[in-house]
DNA sequence: TAGATTGTTAATCGATTAACAATC
DNA sequence: TAGATTGTTAATCGATTAACAATC
């Protein structure tokens, strides 16, 4: 069932966590079977689509009854890993640092988040969620005895790069990453997942501006 | 030249942000010129596919010299809008919604942002980047009174419909949307931009856990 | 002029949608 | 069984890439 999945396109995985927060809201609302037809009504896309997407990863349905929601929501969420335990840092203990820190659910997305770095010495020391702001200095020993998996970027764009290259080094697989810079283009090999705000906004301010001109 | 652009499709347009960005780095660095060669190299796609996007808008180059950058970034930078001087509003001054007023360069990005609101007594008064957060009940006379264009939602997700439909009726044509509510699907007219965090951190550790079954 | 590089058309590739046989 | 809805193949649509004539 889940050896199917090879070469599952980005489109496909970008809907993957929609379908999951929309399954999850049915769960929680008592809905216990629902057929494509009804969820791409929802979710303003077409059955099609959502059938040619979960058959990426296997027949999670049945034929003339549709979908048990509470067995896809769960199937949804082992293809996207949150059954798994991850270990996360945060670098960086600014505003939105610290805004991520205490706003995100890490837990219920298979990530612990286990340590907060700064090089800021007002910082340092700082308690966030219940951890502890540490020196990034000491980054080297505490991956080599923690060995995060995943770490979270909400530093300046200047600093990006050079982190980036030092917490590869220290065997981070994954970047979650705030800062304006493209990180991808210079680390091809390693999972990185940019949220430019900064881009977001300006494709409203695109949209916004485009609406005026159609009045 | 700017009356060509018509049914620019949404690939195009979030990949505007980006050259923006490019070009602005260029800029500061001191490039004058660049070739759509040079460029797709350093952004890592096709050479083609910048020249195709950038004449939907118009011929911004010269043939056999290339792009003159600062020309091309103030070009998209009309574009996108960030010559505009557009008044918006924030609600929710909890954790992300502080993060956002704090970090977010609104100015450079043709956005001013004028109020904050919140219905936490314990916020309400607190001074943010200078502006003080208001009882949202006064919303209907704010912005009857200064009339702004966009709100930035910074909510949980239950009382996110209720306010997107109260500042649609005070006027609001976009939305900056942050809770983990698909207003897309309710609200057909307005222009959305949504940022699902929730929905990227869950991008990411499907992609790390896809690099272990690799191994 | 010769060389370079654009703007633009045509070819290819991939993603979405439609259709329908399989089957619960 | 009849009706419903999936899984899957085929058709369509759109986006990306390649090619090249226009031109600086």
Redesign the interface.
Known sequence: MSNKRENISMSV??R???Y???LGDLLKHGVTRISSRELSQ???LTASQIRQDLNCFGGFGQQGYGYIVDQLYREIGK????D?R?RAILIGA???G???A?????ET???DLIGIFDQNPNLIGQVIKGIPVQDSRGLEEFCSRNHP??AVLCIPRESTHEMATRLTKLGI??F?NFS?Y?L??HF?DA?I?N?????????????????ERKE
């Open positions: 995985i970008r993957l966590p929609r999951y927060r929309f929802r979710m303003g293809i996207l890993g949150t798994k991850r600014g505003n939105l610290r805004a991520i205490n706003h995100m659910a890490f997305r298979g990530f998996a995943v697989k994954g979650w304006h493209d991808s283009v091809p999972v997942e949220v430019h705000l900064g881009d977001s906004l300006l494709t409203l301010s695109y949209r916004v501006s485009e609406l």
